[in-house]
């Protein structure tokens, strides 16, 4: 068979290296670049395979997210822009682990195919794109002539984001329902939208500029679309844009989140607001110098406010408040003060998950509105049908009054700056800068909203970390037995004290999360839970 033949020579031209494990985990497979070649052959396979099965376009993204340069990894995108299925990791995981034997991996295949119930010459829709890495394009071709073997056609868009790529798909497969598939479209989608949302309102601050501290990544490039299209409206100043510095080294959003401080690169003086975005920008946090020189920084939790401020306010004017379900979703290491907020001020049902986008996003789908991002600045919205349309009819609808029509409208526009498949970047910087300037907030206005409570993380290796066990959304441990019930006690000396532990699904140790009342008794109470997990 000439198929067979072909992947042969493929896998021979990229050989698999010898004694390596690799496995499809939340971020897909993700290594060092140089021994991901082969592993690029088997995504091209699965990505023509799960196509036919749809009969819908699949997405294949090349990134390794805020890693170093060096790293590179590859995920599959299904039909809707969502992360794929959970069920289809296990046939990732037995790709990888088949060893370079075309016949042993052909069986597989033609079983596969069987259970399956699918052809080798069904037809299948590849859209490839990738991030700025050097090792990417090679990684894209491979993948690409694996999945043509398959009998797929190929799109392949080259530089795109991540979240961009999410957006393609869902728009090919909806045959232009949720926007044009073109990198065009999602420009035009979401700057339209900003623009109305912001010229349909009355006395509007209007945007200062924002220093953009794009993580010598592909959003640098991208950033630079958003300026051309909304002269006058909006005005991005684009640092760490690839020319001088590494890719996320000492800069991007993962870099601020987890040392608390400035990136490099960009002057911190010189603006009253910055944000930073990832290798791929999926992710965002804000930050600023306040009146004290202090570094202030705004991450997930902070945008999770700010969104359902605004759409609660807005349903509120529309007088669709009572009609509408409303739920943010979070994780564990969600400050606080930030869910008291939500529920106690805000008047919105917080549900509290497992860590992992796939956890937010499943959930998110529970409610006509669900909101979510972790702490790590990924997050977005979700809009069911319904509320869309019962948004759509009441800005429609004659009988309401102007201001009731106005903050429909208002909220349409919203809608589509935001972009539901995954967490964006920009269209989270969008959606932040549109909300500020709609309410007229500062940056200073939006992090006084609530304040923080101090929080500690630590990171704390062990023999085996598969020994903790938790339950509750991570929040309370089962396994050893007593751990909990002597965090329990820990937590109880302290003020406003909380504390949970839980194995890293990412790293080989256990993650240690502390909050209270000051910054002292944080660090205290996690130290003190380090110790007992030691
Ligand atoms: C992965 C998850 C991220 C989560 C992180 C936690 C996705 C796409 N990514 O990167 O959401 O915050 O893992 O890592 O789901 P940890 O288990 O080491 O704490
Ligand atoms: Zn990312």
Redesign the pocket.
Known sequence: EAAKEKLAALMREHPKPTGIILGY???GFRSRSDILPWIMIRIGILAALRSKVKQACIGTMITA?HNPEHDNGVKLIDPHGE?LDQSWEVFANNLSSLDDDVNKLWKYLETLMAQLNVQLHDNAMIAIAYDTRQSSPLLASIVQRAAEIFYANVMNFELLTTPQLHYAVRCYNDDGLYGHYTEAGYFTKLCTAFQNLIEMTPNTKPCETLAVDAANGIGAHKLTYVNQQLPGLLHLEIFNDGTRGHLNEKCGADYVKLYQKAPEGLPLTNYSKYCSIDGDADRLVYFFMDQNHQFRMLDGDRFSVLFVAFIAKKLQEAKLLDQVQIGVIQ?AYANGSSTDYIINILKVPVACVP????H?HHKALDYDIGIYF?A?G?GTILFSDNVKNKIKAAAEDANRTEAERLAANQLRAFIDIINETVGDAIADLLATEAILSVLNLSIEGWLNLYTDLPQRQLKVPVKDRTMIQTTDAERRCVAPVHLQDCIDELVSKYPSGRSFV??????D?V?VYAEAATQEQADQLADAVRKIVE
């Open positions: 985990g939340t971020a997210s992360m994780t860590t992992g986008v796939k937010l972790e790590n990924h839980r194995p890293s699904g990412t790293e140790i993650r």
